[in-house]
C-alpha cells in the first residue's frame, strides 16, 4: 500500500448556484499516474485551482501529507512540493525558454533583495548552479535547442511542452498536469506520453486533467471519473472504460 | 551582428556609459550645462527605481514625487534646523522613507489591481499638504532655506563641475545595483510577476513580498535622489514635489522604454532636458511637448529606446537586402 500524497475531503467549490465541485472524495497515492476525466464543464480545472491554492474551496479540506492546505497561498502550497501547469498556457513569454525554466527553480534556489543588488560571491555562485539545473531540465524534456528563444516565439506544442519543464524547476512531489496534450497533433501526444511516463520514472506523482482517452487510458495507474462535480467512478483504466455510468455521462441517457 | 549581441549585455553598456559619462566633462565645460547634467542624473536614478517598479513588476506608482520629497526634506530640516551633516542626513532619509513605503506598499499590493496606484496617488497629495502646512518645520510654501551645501568626509562639493562627478557616482551606483537585481533570481521573479500572478503564484513566488520589496526599493531610489537635491539646491519647495512631477516621472519611464533601465536613462535625460531645446518655442512649448508625446505613443509604442533599436534593425536589414539580395536568407 503506497502513501497518500494528497487527499481531498468532501472538497466543495460553488460559483453562486453552479456547483463546480460537490463533496468531492480524492485520494492521490505517491509514485503515480492517477487521471481525473470527466465531460466538459465536470469541474477538473476547478479541482486544480483549489488544491493549487488560486481558489478558497466553498467547503471541505484539501491535505498534502495529512496536512490541511486549503488556507494557504499558493506559493506555501507548491513550497509543499505541489505545482502544475495551464490548460491556458501561463508562460512567462516575454522571458526567454531558459529563464522560464529558472523561474520555476525559484524554490530550489536563494538568493533576496540585497544579496542580489550587491551580487554577493554565494549569489553569483547559485546564479550558476540555476543555469546548469536548469539546462539539465531543458535536455531532459528536450528543449535545449530552443534555451535562448524567447517563450512566447515558440510553436504551441512546445510552449506546453515548456510549461512542463518549468513546473519540473521547482522539483514538485505532486505534478498537477491541465490538459497538457490539448491542441497537440499525434506525433507531439505520443512524445508527451513518453514525457509523462519518463517523469513518473524520476519519483514525482502525476494528477493528470486530460480529454484525451488514448493518452489517459494508456498511460494512467488510476483513473476517477467526475461528472457535474461528483465522482462517479474510479478504478484502473479498464474498469473506468466499461463503466455504465461513465458511458452514460459521456454518451447521454437511453 | 555578434557586436550588437556584444553590446547588448548589460555589464558591456555599464563599462561603455561609464566611459561615456567621464568622458562628457571634457567636452561640456559650461558651468550651465553641467548643472542641467546633475538635474538629469538625479531623476535618473528615481526613473531607474520606477522602472522597476513599473517596466519590469507590472505595478504603477503615481507618488514617486511624495518619496522624492521626503528624501529632500528630512535630510533639509535635519540640516537647516539642527545643522545635521548630510550623511547623518542620509542615514535618517532612508530608514524612514523605507518604513513609510512598506506601510503602503503592504496593504495595497496584496490586493490584485491597481490599488498602488491610488494609494500613492492619495499619499502623494498628503505629503504635498503636509510641505505647506508644516510652516514652522518646513518653511510652508515659500520653501526651505539654508541647508547646508554637501559635505562627505571633509570633501565640500560646491563647483557644478564636482556635482557633476559626485552624481554621475551615484547614478552610476544605483545602475549597477539595479543591473544586478535586473539579472538575478528576485529580478526573474519580478518579470515572472508581470508576466502571469497565478504562474509565479505556484511556482512558489511570494508575490506580495516581491512586490512590496520592489516599491520599497524604488522609493529609496527616490529618497537618495531628493537628497543629493537637496544638498545640491541647498532650497526646497513643495512646488517640486507636486503630483505632476509623478506623473512627469511615470513620462520618462514610459517614453524612455519600460522594462529597460538604459531606456529609464534615457526618458529621465530627454524629458528633463527638453524644456531647454523647447525654449525656443516661446508660449507653445506644452504644445510642443504634448505632440512628441502622442507621436512617440502612436509610432513607438514600446518607447523611443526600443522604437529606435527597430528603426536601426529595419534600417540594417534593408540596407543589406538592397546591396546584396541573395544574403537575405542567412539574416534570420
Not at chain 2, 503636509?130 to 568626509?153: K, Q, R, V, Y
Request: aromatic fraction near 10%; hydrophobic fraction near 50%.
Amino acid at each position: 500500500m503506497t502513501t497518500v500524497l494528497m487527499e481531498t475531503r468532501s472538497l466543495c467549490r460553488y460559483f453562486g448556484g453552479v456547483q463546480a465541485i460537490h463533496e468531492l472524495d480524492l485520494e492521490v497515492r505517491a509514485g503515480l499516474i492517477q487521471s481525473v476525466i470527466g465531460p466538459n464543464g465536470a469541474g477538473k480545472t476547478t479541482l486544480f485551482n483549489v488544491v493549487s491554492g488560486i481558489l478558497p474551496p466553498t467547503s471541505g479540506e484539501v491535505f498534502i501529507d495529512s496536512a490541511p492546505i486549503s488556507d494557504l497561498a499558493p506559493h506555501r502550497i507548491a513550497a509543499r512540493g505541489v505545482t502544475r501547469t495551464f490548460q491556458n498556457l501561463q508562460l512567462f513569454s516575454d522571458m526567454t525558454v531558459l529563464e522560464n525554466v529558472m523561474v520555476g527553480m525559484h524554490l530550489n534556489s536563494r538568493g533576496g533583495f540585497i544579496a542580489s543588488a550587491f551580487k554577493l560571491p554565494h549569489v553569483w555562485k547559485e546564479e550558476q548552479r540555476i543555469r546548469s539545473v536548469s539546462m539539465d531540465i531543458l535536455q531532459f524534456t528536450g528543449l535545449e535547442k530552443h534555451a535562448s528563444r524567447v517563450a512566447g516565439s515558440l510553436p504551441f506544442g512546445r510552449q506546453r511542452v515548456l510549461e512542463i519543464a518549468r513546473a519540473l524547476g521547482a522539483e514538485p512531489r505532486l505534478l498537477m498536469l491541465d490538459e497538457p496534450a490539448a491542441g497537440l497533433n499525434n506525433r507531439e501526444t505520443s512524445d508527451l506520453s513518453e514525457l509523462i511516463g519518463r517523469i513518473r520514472d524520476r519519483g514525482i506523482t502525476i494528477l493528470l486533467v486530460e480529454h484525451d482517452m488514448d493518452l489517459v487510458m494508456n498511460i494512467s495507474d488510476h483513473v476517477t471519473v467526475i461528472d457535474q462535480g461528483r465522482k462517479i467512478a474510479e478504478g484502473e483504466p479498464d474498469q473506468v472504460r466499461n463503466d455504465e455510468k461513465v458511458l452514460k455521462a459521456y454518451l447521454g441517457e437511453e | 551582428m555578434k557586436v550588437l549581441s556584444w553590446l547588448k549585455n548589460p555589464y558591456m553598456g555599464f563599462v561603455l556609459f561609464t566611459l561615456l559619462v567621464l568622458g562628457i566633462p571634457l567636452v561640456v565645460t559650461n558651468q550651465y550645462y553641467l548643472g542641467v547634467l546633475v538635474i538629469i542624473a538625479i531623476h535618473s536614478i528615481i526613473v531607474l527605481g520606477l522602472d522597476l517598479l513599473m517596466g519590469y513588476t507590472g505595478q504603477i506608482s503615481l507618488g514617486h514625487a511624495s518619496f522624492y520629497g521626503l528624501g529632500a526634506y528630512i535630510t533639509g530640516v535635519l540640516s537647516a534646523h539642527w545643522q545635521w551633516p548630510p550623511l547623518a542626513g542620509l542615514a535618517v532619509t532612508l530608514p524612514v522613507v523605507a518604513i513609510i513605503a512598506w506601510l503602503i506598499g503592504m496593504p495595497t499590493l496584496k490586493l490584485h489591481g491597481h490599488y498602488l496606484a491610488m494609494a500613492t496617488l492619495g499619499f502623494g497629495i498628503i505629503v504635498f499638504i503636509f510641505f505647506n502646512e508644516l510652516g514652522p518645520l518646513t518653511g510652508g510654501p515659500s520653501g526651505l532655506t539654508g541647508i547646508e551645501a554637501m559635505n562627505l568626509f571633509g570633501v565640500t562639493f560646491d563647483t557644478d563641475r564636482e556635482w557633476y562627478f559626485l552624481s554621475a557616482i551615484f547614478l552610476l551606483a544605483v545602475l549597477l545595483l539595479s543591473i544586478n537585481v535586473v539579472r538575478s533570481r528576485v529580478g526573474r521573479a519580478l518579470r515572472a510577476i508581470h508576466g502571469s500572478e497565478v504562474a509565479s503564484g505556484v511556482l512558489g513566488v511570494n508575490i506580495a513580498r516581491y512586490k512590496v520589496g520592489i516599491f520599497v526599493l524604488s522609493a529609496l531610489y527616490a529618497a537618495l535622489a531628493g537628497w543629493l537635491y537637496a544638498h545640491y539646491i541647498t532650497f526646497i519647495s513643495p512646488s517640486s514635489f507636486t503630483f505632476m512631477f509623478s506623473v512627469k516621472l511615470v513620462t520618462m519611464v514610459v517614453i524612455g522604454s519600460l522594462g529597460s533601465l538604459w531606456g529609464a536613462i534615457f526618458g529621465a535625460a530627454l524629458l528633463t532636458s527638453m524644456p531647454e531645446f523647447l525654449y525656443v518655442f516661446h508660449n507653445y512649448e506644452t504644445l510642443v511637448f504634448g505632440l512628441i508625446l502622442i507621436v512617440v505613443m502612436i509610432f513607438m509604442p514600446m518607447g523611443l529606446l526600443r522604437g529606435i533599436e527597430d528603426l536601426i534593425a529595419w534600417s540594417w536589414h534593408t540596407a543589406r537586402e538592397v546591396f546584396n539580395p541573395d544574403s537575405s536568407e542567412e539574416l534570420s
